[in-house]
């Protein structure tokens, strides 16, 4: 079965520089949902999207952006980023907007900010 | 606000014995609650979830978990734990608006032989 991919799996970046996480939903999932995990830590909630509109917005930081598109996949934009941001992003998709319905997560992007 | 306490960081069972790990939640109506597992630089994987249709929950790999309302509990069960179950395991629950999901701080199983 299809699963949530995330691209890509790994990346480097130096302080200061921009990061561009992509997420591609299992087919037919209209909703995206982007986590971020510390390291030690447990997963934050920072933002969603349902039909290819915000529909929900965690602890997501100004300089990180986000939308999803016509083909539904996602795409999280990181600027001025920070040492703090290393982390793993996951992404996670589901079908429709409901407290019942399973998220499905990706494998995760591992993001180190040096 | 939905939350979920999740009461030991840390479990170390034998091989072949039965595993507990505690998780309260906290939510003004009734929640949905999910236990994930996330093995060592592996991504997040759901065992279970309650969504209000049965209070004992049978999961993936003989987990179960009781939702127990006049205790504020959902504690994750197995009776003869495996090396394989080894790994970090997170309760979590849905929020109320756009149901992204709150998870506890994790609770790492380790298992010996």
């Known amino acids: 079965a299809a699963g949530v991919i995330q691209s890509p799996r790994h990346l480097i970046k130096e302080k200061r520089e921009t990061a561009t996480l992509k997420c591609y939903p299992i087919?037919?999932?209209?909703?995206v949902y982007w986590y971020q995990q510390g390291p030690g830590q447990d997963p934050q909630f920072l933002i969603s999207f349902y039909e290819k509109m915000q529909s929900d917005k965690g602890s997501i930081p100004d300089r990180f952006s986000a939308q999803q598109f016509s083909d539904y996949h996602s795409e999280l934009n990181m600027s001025s980023l920070e040492l703090g941001d290393s982390a793993l992003y996951f992404c996670?998709?589901?079908?429709?907007?409901?407290?019942?319905?399973?998220?499905?997560f990706g494998p995760g992007t591992r993001l180190t900010v040096l | 606000a939905q939350s979920v306490t999740q009461l030991d960081s840390h479990v170390s069972v034998s091989e072949g014995t039965p595993v507990l790990l505690r998780c309260n939640y906290s939510s003004s109506y009734s929640p949905s609650l999910f236990w994930y597992v996330q093995h060592p630089n592996k991504g997040l994987q759901l065992l279970l979830k309650y969504t209000s249709a049965a209070t004992l929950v049978k999961g993936i790999n003989g987990f179960e978990a009781e939702f127990k309302k006049s205790e504020t509990s959902f504690h994750l069960t197995k009776p003869s734990a495996h090396m394989s179950d080894a790994a970090e395991y997170f309760c979590v629950v849905s929020g109320h608006s756009g149901y992204a999901l709150n998870f506890g701080k994790g609770t790492s199983l380790l298992v010996t032989p």
């Open positions: 087919p037919r999932h209209d909703t």
């Open positions: 996670a998709s589901s079908t429709g907007t409901s407290a019942y319905n399973e998220q499905f």
